[in-house]
């Protein structure tokens, strides 16, 4: 048997290969959604603001996501998580299947993984717990699909109505979630006060670009109230913590 | 937004043209990736002559599989509809799709002025879910390469709050952003999750899992009110 690190340069060559897989795919889609766009008369400075303010949204969520391969990176060193959050799943994922398949093997994420087997045995956790997405979705993309046009297509309204629930049925989940820690006192109100700070300088800002007029302010909007409620739970967390 | 028949005259590319291409691509690029993912494991066992002992595997799969596969499955239902077909092509092989790519889209598609479900509303939601992964990746990669500078201010304890709290700062604004849409269809689900997870707390763990329950919930309020004519 090979001697085995979990920073090794073949992992970083594989976790590399991933990576810039998936970037190729990013860059292929993106330019075929840009050309169809234009096809379609969509205006280019607002294809322009739709990609930077969506850039800008990123950051705070990348970063986050950042976070989570320096937790993992203790145990499997840092290639794996690397290619490894730029795919498929998320943190809320990764971890509990890492710690899974380690605790399987007798083993923690708590120190380092230096034993090849058990780094293989939590590698084919990670891969196959969360597959089903990539070889069913290939067959039931556009039947999924067709089936939501034909909503709009037999009635228009109910259609928009049919697609504002969809999202209003995924948001819902979040924000009980927020509020799932109020029984813990004051400190388990902290996301529900992070919640309403950033709603409300939404709403302010939502205000602002249609009283005022300022067009450019629609787009980054979100990001802008996500990181200053973000960067106001400190002072929240402090006053009550 | 100008309309494009679907007749194909003069050589304007349809929308049909444009959904059979991308579901073309997007086929050989998720099954692709598919072959790639499960080759990394493969490959590193073959390399290093190490193959997982199978009760193990079992083991760590079974308490993972179970859970994981049906919010996959679920989420397919879920999100297909909301971020189209190429949206969802490239968001189911990059990942991060609650945290990240859907708020992402919908950002982008009420920016654009664009419902979801129609030509537009894929081709923005394509846009944007590509842009985030691009810078996504880019950030990673960038912070992988320098976390001997950048570790000590990420984990500093003073912005501990900040990431703790990034779901909650991103769907308090998002909130505002969908309920404006629609608050009578926002009432019910929103209504159902808080006393779900107030009398629950330990469900928070399994949010992915609640989000098609918070799904059925809504259209069904949505279908009732409809029909009553309330909507």
Redesign the interface.
Known sequence: ??E?DVNSP??YV?AA???V???S??????I???K??Q????EKS??R???T???V???????????G??TL?NALG?PTP??R??????V??EL??AE??????GNSLSERIT???V???????M????????????F???K??S???S??AKDK???????????????????????????EGLTGW???F??????I???AL?ILYKKGKIAWL??Y???L???S???L??P???AIG | ??E?NNNGELG??TPRD??S???F???I??????S???A??A???I???????LN??F???I???PT??VV??I????Y???L???G???G?????????K???A???MT??KV??????G???S????????????L???F??FM?FWI?PV??AP??A??????????????????????WK??VA??V???V???LI?G??SA??I??????????V???LM?KKGW?
């Not at chain 2, 189911?92 to 990240?100: A, S």
């Not at chain 2, 394509?126 to 985030?132: D, G, K, L, M, N």
């Open positions: 048997m090979r085995f073949l992992i594989v290969v991933i990576v897989f998936v970037f795919q990013s860059v292929f889609f993106l075929k959604a840009w169809q766009a096809n379609m008369g969509m607002m294809l603001r739709i990609a303010s969506s850039a949204f990123t950051i705070a969520p990348a970063i986050a996501i950042l976070l391969v320096l990176s840092l690397w290619m959050l730029n795919t498929l799943g998320s809320t994922y509990p299947a899974m398949a380690a605790t399987a093997t034993d090849a087997r780094y293989t045995t939590i590698l084919w956790v891969t196959l717990g969360i597959i089903p997405s990539l070889f069913l979705a290939p039931l993309m556009r999924i699909h089936g939501v046009v909503v709009g309204k109910w259609g928009e109505i049919f697609m504002t629930a969809l999202f209003l049925g995924m948001i819902s989940a979040f924000l009980g979630m927020i509020f799932s820690r109020i029984g902290i996301p529900v992070v919640m309403l700070c950033s709603a300088i939404m709403t939502g629609e787009n909007a979100l990001p109230s996500m990181i409620a973000m960067a739970s400190i929240i967390t402090r | 937004m100008n494009i304007i590319k444009y959904f291409t991308v579901n691509y997007g086929r690029w998720m099954l692709s990736a598919l790639l993912f499960i990394v494991p490959f590193v066992s390399y290093y002559d190490a193959w997982p002992n193990e595997f083991v760590g799969f308490g993972i599989a994981f596969w996959a499955i989420e397919m239902f879920t297909i509809p909301m189209g077909i190429g969802s092509y490239l189911f092989v990059t990942g991060n799709l609650t945290n990240l859907v708020p992402c919908i950002n982008a920016a654009a419902e979801a479900g129609t030509e537009e894929d081709v923005i394509t846009i944007a879910i590509a842009v985030s992964s691009i810078v996504t990746t950030i990673i990669t912070g992988c976390l570790r990420l984990e003073i912005l709050p900040a990431f703790a709290n990034i779901l909650p700062a991103l769907f308090g604004a998002l909130g505002v952003v969908m309920i404006s849409r629609g269809i926002a689900p929103i159902f999750m808080l779900l997870f107030m707390p469900l928070a949010v992915g609640l989000v098609p329950a918070g799904v059925v919930v809504a259209v309020a949505a279908r409809y909507l």
